[in-house]
């Protein structure tokens, strides 16, 4: 098994599952105990008063709505930015329009590998130009 640093407190140990120690797997599930008990009491509440609430930080929160792990769907006011566009959603790293975005992006930039370079430059400037 290899050795890693934890990505949340930065520890080495032996990676099995994840990027996180015992320690952190540990406590980010208490986290996400916590955080769902509070939702459930209050589904209206925003992402700020879910921090204020539980003590967790804004970021950490966040994170884990990007990582999948707290979902959304039954609390309206609760929302993380997209990283494309800053559009509010509810699970994920960006919105859908973005993610259709980057899917054109990266078919474009497949597409443009493989073009002979006066063409290439012709279609860069295209594309910058949007
Ligand atoms: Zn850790
Ligand atoms: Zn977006």
């Given amino acids: 098994m290899p050795i890693v640093n934890c990505k949340r407190c930065g520890k080495i140990f032996r990676k099995t599952a994840g990027d996180l120690c015992a320690e952190?797997?540990?406590?980010?599930?208490?986290?996400?105990?916590?955080?769902?008990?509070?939702?459930?009491?209050?589904?209206?509440?925003?992402?700020?008063?879910?921090?204020?609430?539980?003590?967790?930080?804004?970021e950490d929160i966040t994170d884990l709505i990007q990582a999948g792990m707290l979902r959304l769907t039954d609390f309206p006011h609760m929302s993380v930015e997209c990283q494309g566009c800053g559009t509010p959603i509810q699970q994920g790293r960006y919105c859908s329009r973005c993610?259709?975005?980057l899917r054109t992006k990266l078919a474009d930039a497949a597409k443009v590998l493989k073009q002979p370079t006066k063409e290439r430059e012709s279609k860069n400037k295209g594309f910058y130009s949007l």
């Fill in 99 to 101: 993610k259709e975005l």
């Fill in 24 to 58: 952190c797997i540990k406590e980010e599930g208490e986290i996400l105990e916590t955080i769902r008990a509070y939702l459930k009491q209050n589904p209206l509440s925003s992402l700020a008063e879910v921090s204020d609430a539980t003590d967790v930080s804004v």
